[in-house]
């Protein structure tokens, strides 16, 4: 079982016409998590001045549907209603990646009067976070059903979970998808990122502008023993094997690897009892099209409103054969029993994202259009590795063992180019 491009719609997402663009207005984080790429810098909390020029680059560079504001954790700045309500003041979405430690009711309350459009929630088993540690990714279901309903009370945000996918953790995914499928009505996307680090020292050594560093040094420079390999594959077998109706619909592919999938789309339809199947690509292409004529933007996060339309979105079985067959599934199921037509059929999406893969040339495969790209002296830099940025001021470069340093000042291609 393995993804295969043809089926897909390759997303027409580029650098400078991209859905999403990501601010961090601050390095600083209540919870040091292990897998994450970011070091945790007290003190950080960027000024308003500073965020508004950020965003201002971003719409200058970007044409951005929505805006991730991440970190760090983002609830943390002490100004973080006034910076949702910049990015809804300048036109784009306001989005908050958050782990949803510093997230009460109260402060909920004053993002949505802000504009906030939603809420990505990271959690998984690795966080350490107070309570929970120890726990499986299937005991810590208790903990995302917190937040899910807590934003389903508020009412009109999209809530999203991603979770960090290691290789002991790989055969929880379906029954995570379990939980989220059961929770259709309030959450709306489903994210898996498997787990990578920047250690191979059997295999590359790593320069910065031509001098050798220690790539142990930076926050996701130690795998620990954990795997770094799992591919999108592995998760699509995965959730495949426990769910023979699952399918993906589009993708990005690696910049230097154009047969891998870095993000991964898929969508499926159904009631909190049922799944009735999975969008083709000719409705991702037909949605992602049809916002741009419209809007003159790639389509990021939709509102809670747009999730709970699942009938409307049968109509475009005219266009695409797996809704056809989502319609066919669902039609006989309510010719069993007509009542059933009272029960709304909802929208969910599943993102698998694959960040990025050492080639054994020492070509590092990065995701072509990343939608995660941040801001850092004035340039779009690559969000997951802005550590290199701010540790080196430049790129690593990965040379395999035995192979020629590179020469001083040599630098590996920059997202720009």
């Not at 540690?133 to 809530?159: H, P, T, V, W």
């Not at 994210?191 to 295999?203: D, G, N, Y």
């Not at 893969?357 to 990065?366: I, K, P, R, V």
Request: aromatic letters at 10%; one cysteine or more; proline letters at 5%.
């Amino acid at each position: 079982m393995h993804i295969r491009h043809e089926r897909l719609y390759r997303l027409p997402w580029n650098m400078a016409d991209n859905p999403i663009s990501w601010l961090e207005p601050t390095k600083n984080c209540n919870l040091t998590c292990f897998g994450c790429y970011s070091a945790n810098r007290k003190d950080s909390h960027k000024s308003m001045a500073e965020i508004e020029r950020e965003i201002d680059l971003f719409l200058t560079l970007r044409n951005s549907d929505g805006i991730s504001i991440a970190g760090g954790d983002p609830l943390t700045h002490p100004k973080i209603c006034d910076i949702v309500s910049m990015i809804v003041r300048k036109g784009a979405k306001p989005i908050i990646n958050t782990n949803g430690l510093a997230l009460t009711p109260e402060l909920l309350r004053g993002l949505k009067s802000a504009g906030v459009a939603g809420f990505t929630f990271h959690i998984d088993s690795k966080q350490q976070r107070p309570m929970w540690k120890g726990k499986s990714e299937l005991e810590i279901n208790q903990l995302r059903q917190q937040y899910a309903d807590m934003l389903a009370a508020e009412g009109g945000m999209s809530c999203a979970f991603n979770a960090t996918i290691y290789g002991d953790t790989l055969h929880m995914v379906p029954g995570m998808l379990a939980w989220a499928r059961s929770n259709i009505d309030r959450v709306h996307v489903m994210v898996f990122i498997l787990f990578r680090a920047a250690t191979s020292p059997e295999r590359f050594d790593y320069y910065v502008r031509g001098k050798k560093i220690d790539v142990r040094e930076t926050v996701y420079g130690n795998e620990q023993g954990e795997r770094i390999d799992l591919s999108a594959h592995d998760l699509y077998r995965t959730v495949k094997t426990a769910y023979p109706e699952f399918e993906p619909c589009a993708y990005l592919n690696g910049t230097s690897d154009p047969a891998s999938f870095k993000w991964t789309l898929s969508g499926w339809i159904g009631t909190q009892d049922r799944i009735f199947g999975c969008v083709g690509k000719r409705y991702m292409e037909v949605a992602q099209m049809i916002h741009h004529f419209w809007k003159k933007k790639y389509l990021a996060y939709t509102r809670p409103t747009i999730h709970r339309r699942g009938r409307l979105m049968l109509l475009l079985s005219v266009v695409d054969g797996s809704i056809r067959g989502v319609a066919r599934r669902w039609l006989r199921w309510v010719c069993v029993n007509p009542l059933r037509l009272l029960q709304r059929l909802y929208y969910q999406s599943v993102v698998f994202i694959q960040p990025v893969d050492l080639l054994e040339n020492g070509a590092q495969n990065m995701c072509d259009s990343c939608p995660d790209m941040t801001i850092h002296q004035g340039k779009l830099v690559w969000s997951c590795r802005l550590e290199e940025q701010l540790q080196y001021g430049d790129w690593a470069i990965t040379v395999p063992k035995g192979a020629q340093a590179p020469a001083q000042g040599q630098s590996p291609h920059t997202p720009e180019n």
